[in-house]
């Protein structure tokens, strides 16, 4: 099982210009996550889903849109860049399973918007 | 929205045992709590969950008191590869989680 991967690890933006961040998991998990993370900052969630079919705004959704296309996979958008969505990007998954709470991070996207 | 609060750094030799403790005094009676591991450039990994009294796997152990207020992380014999960044997390079963800036552990030989 690759687990949960990410696509891709490093990206430059220009500001204005728009792209998609890519996430997908092989464990048949129900919920999924993005989470961005700032320089010496804990993470902070931007979208999560918590099923097939269903997505929810996190703590910092502005500026974020998010399609979650099936079971595996989570993507994250972003339309119009701006300097202040530098940061790196992880997505995570979690299984619906009682007494389970624990997430599977992917290893992130480091973005810069110049 | 359960908040935590945890020592920002800590330093420890290497074969001691070192002990994180998290306050989460709004801690929901469903709630559990987690503990993640955080290494540079890296995702965050799990390290174990626990919802009262206390817990142990082959990496680390979770003491919880009775009345859940906070959780204490114990690491027994760190070495230098566990120099990371530890979150406590709770209402892990909630989806709006908060991560906070976690705990930066470094670990000296």
């Known amino acids: 099982n690759a687990g949960v991967t990410q696509t891709p690890k490093f990206q430059v933006l220009k500001t204005g210009q728009s792209m998609t961040l890519q996430c997908a998991q092989d464990?048949?998990?129900?919920?999924m996550y993005w989470y961005r993370q700032d320089p010496g900052m804990g993470l902070r969630l931007i979208y999560y889903s918590a099923s097939e079919g269903t997505t929810d705004k996190g703590e910092v959704p502005n500026g974020y849109n998010v399609s979650r296309l099936n079971k595996r996979e989570f993507s994250l958008r972003l339309e119009s860049a701006a300097p202040s969505q530098t940061s790196v990007y992880f997505c995570?998954?979690?299984?619906?399973?009682?007494?389970?709470?624990?997430?599977?991070f992917g290893p992130g996207t480091r973005l810069t918007v110049t | 929205l359960a908040k935590t609060t945890q020592p920002i750094s800590m330093d420890s030799y290497e074969g001691q045992e070192v002990n994180i403790t998290c306050s989460h005094n709004n801690i929901a009676t469903n709630d559990y709590i987690t503990w993640y591991q955080q290494f540079p450039s890296q995702g965050p990994r799990f390290i174990i969950q626990?919802?009262?009294t206390k817990v142990t796997n082959e990496v680390a152990s979770l003491f919880i008191p009775a009345d859940r207020k906070s959780s204490t992380l114990s690491l027994p014999r760190v070495s230098l590869s566990d120099t990371a960044v530890y979150y406590c997390?709770?209402?892990?079963?909630?989806?709006?989680?908060?991560f906070g800036t976690g705990t930066r552990l470094t670990v000296i030989p």
């Open positions: 997390l709770v209402a892990p079963g909630a989806n709006n989680l908060f």
């Open positions: 995570a998954s979690r299984p619906l399973a009682l007494g389970n709470y624990e997430q599977y």
């Open positions: 464990m048949n998990h129900n919920s």
């Open positions: 626990g919802y009262k």
